[in-house]
């Protein structure tokens, strides 16, 4: 079975423009969820969709968003990007069938902000 | 704000030794909890969870869980230099499969 993945793997942007990031649950995960790693802050929680609803959302600003097709593939964007946004950004999947919080984590897209 | 606090280490044990990485939690409501284990440069995989008081076995790692003292803990039996990775506790956030992470602890296995 595949794994979980992510696209692209790397991304350099500028202040101020916008990006999206994709992501690809494993086959038959209808949850996806999204985290930001940084070195400072750790792996932080964005938000998590569900059968392409928003279930729960994390402590970032308005301008982190994100949304599930009904194949169960996830984009989060963000717009307005700042310098502070470089991170490493997880996806991660989960099973309906699964204990509840086992999530499997795709490789990560680097973000980084010039 | 839920924490989730672990020692940042870094932890440093001879190889064959035990390895005890610590975690605590701040929401007395948690229920689930889990060891994600992440060499640098890769994503987190999933170590081992735990949601009943008491120990929990699997080969040579054994999670602890205390939820009246708000802990839990993973030990490392018979450490390897490949087990040298940073280690994160996760407890289950509100609804959902979100997770809150504490930042990891580094553990270095020397030979």
């Known amino acids: 079975k595949a794994g979980v993945t992510q696209t692209p793997r790397y991304l350099i942007k500028t202040r101020g423009q916008q990006v999206t990031l994709s992501c690809s649950p494993i086959?038959?995960?209808?949850?996806v969820s999204w985290y930001q790693q940084t070195p400072g802050q750790g792996l932080q929680f964005l938000f998590e969709y569900f059968s392409e609803t928003q279930r729960n959302k994390g402590n970032f600003p308005g301008r982190f968003s994100g949304r599930q097709f009904s194949n169960s593939r996830s984009e989060m964007n963000v717009s307005t990007l700042e310098l502070g946004d470089s991170a490493l950004y997880l996806c991660?999947?989960?099973?309906?069938?699964?204990?509840?919080?086992?999530?499997?984590f795709g490789p990560g897209t680097r973000l980084t902000v010039l | 704000q839920k924490e989730v606090e672990q020692n940042s280490g870094p932890l440093s044990v001879p190889e064959g030794a035990i390895a005890s990485l610590n975690c605590t939690y701040s929401d007395r409501g948690s229920q689930s909890f889990f060891w994600y284990r992440q060499y640098s440069g890769k994503s987190p995989e999933l170590i081992m969870f735990i949601y009943s008081n008491g120990d929990k076995e699997d080969g040579r790692f054994t999670a602890q869980l205390n939820k009246a003292s708000q802990y839990v803990s993973l030990l490392i039996r018979d450490s390897q230099p490949s087990d040298s990775a940073t280690y994160l506790c996760?407890?289950?956030?509100?609804?959902?499969?979100?997770?809150?992470f504490g930042k990891g602890t580094s553990l270095l296995v020397t030979p």
């Open positions: 086959s038959g995960h209808r949850s």
């Open positions: 996760a407890v289950n956030a509100e609804s959902g499969y979100a997770l809150n």
């Open positions: 991660a999947s989960s099973s309906p069938t699964g204990f509840n919080g086992e999530q499997f």
